[in-house]
């Protein structure tokens, strides 16, 4: 508690030195202040009060912010039942079903597996399947009272699976949803991770020449390979449909949406885990779409960063990044890292993410940035954060879940006593069930 008070005093008179020109008065915004210390003073807080009050608030924009993970879980149930689409009740391996997964192509399952799978109206004559549904597709239930559990990160992690087949389908009218979710929040502006940039074929040559990287491939080798795959993607009249195909989607999805009160932008991104090859084409794709949309506005790489892939590859990832970067120069990158503790990865592989993420990527912003506390010489990075104006972007609610951070122990303390720009967000809150 004492981590958020200490945030919102830093927002609210840094209304008062930053944007005083759009407020009524400078006497308004003392009166405000005062007001909130009134709430977050004496023997106990006036949560009550305070809720309303933070409800009430402008909070801009909601930079951090993964589309499939905001959309809540009852609204995934809706889609599915609009499409007739099942979701099974049983594991079984034979038949390569998983319990809770939606299933979108229904005419084509067989009996066996048709009679395991359920309409969202048989979901909700059974109350107990439905809330362990719920306790699977989000963090429901998750920590005030013992059910079957996993660890928090794989839990947080797998709701994906579950609803994935259903999220890419109503991109227009979830962001619709979501729009109106946060103008009732008093958020002015989100930019959302919608859909990874599409995937690209390459010859087999090419894939085993990526595919041999890692990150300790000297820069010589992974500059020739990036640059032959480069070179014969950057001017491929199949690549570059797919691309423009790519933007058409983000266009269409944003439809409608943006207007004088509200606005939608969008990054693009990769999945970490994948092959090397996977990586660059998909990074390829999502610098390409930046600079030919207005609405994408950045690239960002997602996914838990711990996993044996995300780690072995890591600095890999970051020099991809930093070659599409100095091709692309105008496009901005927003990156996950730092996403991790003492305990989930080896002491040395907290040492080197957040640096890696700014100096050899490039990033503007960090997402996460946990781990600021073992980077190298943590001092000189957090002093070249504030000179370079790197933001971190804080993610309470999910921290405090998959990685057990949260009140003093969140290094948001550390990043605001060295002068480093903190914005809040809210990370995937259909599935931690939070707002901003």
């Not at 391996?93 to 809770?100: F, N, P």
């Not at 084509?108 to 048709?114: C, E, F, I, P, Y």
């Not at 439809?255 to 606005?263: P, R, S, V, Y």
């Not at 072995?312 to 105008?330: I, V």
Request: one cysteine or more.
């Amino acid at each position: 508690m004492h981590l958020f008070v200490i945030f919102i005093c830093s927002v609210i008179f840094g209304i008062e030195t930053n944007n005083a020109a759009t407020l009524k008065s400078s006497k308004n915004i003392d009166a405000t202040a005062e007001y909130y210390k009134t709430l977050i003073t004496g023997d106990t807080n006036k949560l009550s009060e305070l809720n309303i009050f933070i409800t009430n608030i402008p909070k801009g924009g909601d930079l951090h912010h993964h589309y499939s993970g905001s959309i809540y879980s009852e609204t995934y149930l809706n889609w599915v039942a609009k499409n007739n689409y099942c979701v099974y009740r049983e594991d079984n391996q034979t038949l390569k079903i998983q319990k809770y997964k939606i299933e979108t192509r229904v005419s084509n399952l067989t009996d066996s597996a048709k009679a395991l799978c359920i309409t969202v109206g048989e979901i909700y004559l059974d109350n107990d399947f439905y809330r362990a549904l719920l306790k699977r597709w989000s963090t429901i239930d998750y920590t005030n009272h013992y059910h079957e559990q996993l660890p928090p990160s794989k839990q947080f992690f797998d709701t994906f699976d579950y609803f994935g087949p259903i999220s890419d389908s109503y991109y227009n009218e979830g962001l619709m949803l979501l729009k109106n979710t946060a103008i009732s929040e008093n958020v002015q502006y989100i930019e959302t991770m919608l859909k990874s940039g599409p995937s690209i074929s390459v010859t087999d040559e090419l894939n085993v020449m990526l595919n041999s990287l890692n990150s300790k491939s000297n820069d010589s080798e992974i500059d020739i390979a990036l640059t032959a795959y480069f070179n014969m993607v950057a001017n491929d009249s199949n690549v570059n449909t797919i691309i423009n195909n790519y933007v058409r989607m983000i266009g269409t999805s944003a439809a409608g949406i943006n207007d004088d009160n509200f606005a939608i932008r969008f990054q693009s991104y990769v999945s970490r885990g994948n092959s090397p090859s996977q990586v660059f084409g998909s990074l390829f794709s999502a610098f390409s779409s930046a600079i030919r949309s207005d609405l994408i506005v950045g690239v960002n790489i997602v996914g838990p960063e711990n996993g044996i892939v995300s780690m072995r590859d890591y600095t890999l990832h970051m020099k991809m990044f930093r070659f599409l970067k100095q091709r692309f120069p105008t496009v901005k990158l927003a990156m996950h890292a730092g996403e991790l503790v003492l305990g989930l990865v080896p002491p040395e592989g907290l040492q080197f993410h957040i640096r890696e993420a700014i100096e050899i990527a490039g990033a503007s912003r960090i997402g996460h940035g946990i781990d600021i506390f073992y980077e190298h010489n943590a001092y000189e990075l957090l002093e070249k954060m504030k000179q370079l104006n790197i933001v971190v972007e804080a993610v309470m609610s999910s921290n405090a879940f998959i990685l057990g951070i949260e009140n003093n122990a969140h290094p948001m303390l550390v990043y605001k006593a060295h002068g480093v720009p903190i914005v809040i967000a809210t990370d995937d809150a259909g599935v931690s069930r939070s707002t901003l």
